[in-house]
């Protein structure tokens, strides 16, 4: 896979992920793990694409504007996932804030697809896409693996994905 055709995959899973998240009523276990799986799939990603996508083009006077903003979008995305990282997760005020953060996530995500990637695309050299493809699919798996190890409820599959635990 391109390196963008792997960015887009985590895009697919945080959409979904959001979707079903917001669709939770009453099955607060159900929630804890969506919201659990949702928060680890946007920090690796996250932490990957900042590595691999918005550091080298930050290097550059022509993606700095896009990956500034990139990376203060990702720091609001993890403070309403902090936020929502408290016990009691069962009441309208949690699903108020899980709907902010899903709005959120589909804006950048979004913003991304439709501008920040066409500007690094046009940045970045083949070989560099290439070798940043690479980088950032191991990056993100190790980051997936990493996160989901603090927590019993999921784990990762062979093929890299979050699930929830055997
Ligand atoms: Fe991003
Ligand atoms: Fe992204």
């Known amino acids: 896979m391109t390196l963008f055709e792997l960015l887009h995959q985590s ?3 945080q959409r979904s992920l959001c979707r079903r998240l917001t669709a939770t009523r009453g099955n607060v276990a ?6 659990l799986q949702l928060k680890i799939e946007l920090e690796a990603h996250a932490a990957a694409e900042e590595r691999f996508v918005y550091c080298p ?14 990376l203060a979008e990702h720091h609001d995305i993890e403070e309403y996932c902090e936020d929502l990282s408290i016990r009691d997760k069962a009441g309208d005020e949690w699903l ?3 709907k902010k953060l899903s709005e959120k996530v589909r804006h950048h995500l979004k ?7 066409k500007v690094a695309g046009r940045i970045l050299s083949d070989k560099q896409k ?10 993100v798996v190790r980051m997936r693996r ?5 927590y019993q409820k999921v784990d990762v599959s062979t093929a890299g994905h979050v699930q929830p635990a055997r």
């Open 11 to 13: 895009h697919d899973i």
């Open 30 to 35: 159900q929630r804890e793990l969506l919201f």
């Open 57 to 70: 083009i930050l290097l550059t006077d022509a993606g700095l504007s896009v990956s500034r903003h990139a």
């Open 96 to 98: 108020a804030t899980a």
């Open 111 to 117: 913003e991304e697809e439709k501008k920040f990637f």
């Open 130 to 139: 290439a070798l940043l493809a690479r980088r950032y699919d191991k990056d």
């Open 146 to 150: 990493k996160l989901a190890a603090d």
